[in-house]
């Protein structure tokens, strides 16, 4: 029974360190891989209406959908669009968290309730 409690302990402990992510290494990532050339430079106000807007998204949702356009179309709930592909696919699990900390500290436009 000790062994299941420790291995159940050190699993939640990995996983909250993990989710947590760096907003400051997530300013970095989000300026190497140029997020802001589609998104805007405050990430408000992006290049195309279709676009999102990014900033003081749900950093849940961040991660799942950039984890889904790793995916793309062809993998299970993935996602497709030819530019967010190739980028997502460049992102390790550790720049995912990142960026998605990162955006979601920033100052929003987003109606988040109602």
């Known amino acids: 029974m000790k062994k299941i409690s420790l291995l159940v302990l050190m699993l939640v402990a990995?996983?909250?360190a993990h989710a947590g992510g760096n907003?400051?290494?997530g300013k970095e990532a989000v300026?190497?891989?140029n997020c802001a050339s589609c998104h805007g430079d405050k990430f408000t106000n992006p290049?195309?209406?279709s676009y999102p807007k990014l900033a003081g998204q749900h950093k849940d949702y961040l991660v799942q959908t950039l984890k889904a356009y790793q995916r793309g179309a062809n993998g299970l709930a993935g996602r497709s669009n030819a530019i967010m592909e190739g980028q997502a696919k460049a992102l390790s699990n550790a720049d995912i968290e990142n960026i998605a900390a990162y955006l979601n500290s920033l100052p929003t436009e987003?109606?988040?309730k109602k």
């Open 14 to 16: 990995a996983s909250a």
């Open 23 to 25: 907003v400051a290494a």
């Open 31 to 33: 300026a190497k891989f």
């Open 47 to 49: 290049i195309d209406p």
């Open 110 to 112: 987003l109606v988040l």
